[in-house]
């Protein structure tokens, strides 16, 4: 009897664990992003982005960052900016993230037919008020556009970001992965507004979380 115990209970413990279910949230993201064109070379950009999280009750994270680029190219560039984060999920403490940045960006495809194909590179260096140390992360963004009818465009974009190194913020590898589907629609010269959804996943040692996210950007060019 015993002996029949000890198999059953061995059995068992060789089938597969079921996979643990990942977290889902539902957020609303905004952005506002003014380019200024200080030269024929030169050009800031500055940004704003709330996130509200948790089902969108709350404003779970703050983005303010800004970049400074020189064109080498007709259609490339490369710049270094700062960002600062605020992020306050539930709970007692929230984080003040200083980021720092060098950035590459270019066109890699551009159609009579206004297909265009854009990259950009970012590799950043993380430090926190509340913890020691820096973190590095590279991030790929790859944006396809199609024209649609009116002036309008699909937008289509995928940005994983892998932890360069690992610490008590990042674990290291592929942390997170965005993919974006929406409609550029402009409202006037130089301005465009770009609702669509988002889906990011963010990879974690226990349940991954994805987040379903609403996401409306506005784009001013000076």
Known sequence: ??????????????????????????NVWLGQF????ASEKVF?????????TNDSQR???LLLRSLVAVRVAPKAHVGAGYAYVLTDPVGPRCFNEHR?????????????????????TRLEQRSFEERAGTDWRLRQWLQLRLPLKENSRLV??????????AGPVQRGGLAVWRNFAGVAIPL?????????????????????????????GLFVTF
């Open 100 to 120: 720092f940045y060098e950035e590459i960006g270019a066109r890699l495809l551009e159609t009579e037919g206004g297909v265009t194909l854009d990259s950009r």
């Open 34 to 37: 003014l380019t200024v064109n």
């Open 59 to 61: 404003l779970g994270q």
């Open 188 to 216: 006037g010269k130089g301005v465009e507004v770009v609702p669509g959804y988002l889906n990011q996943t963010v990879f974690r040692d226990g349940p991954d979380r994805i987040d379903h996210v609403a996401n409306v």
């Open 1 to 26: 009897m015993r002996t029949a115990r000890l198999v059953t209970a061995c059995a068992l413990a060789a089938l597969p664990a079921p996979a643990l279910a990942a977290e889902e949230d539902g």
């Open 44 to 52: 800031v950009r500055l940004e704003a982005q709330e996130r509200f």
């Open 156 to 165: 289509l974009y995928t940005e994983p970001f892998i932890d360069l190194s």
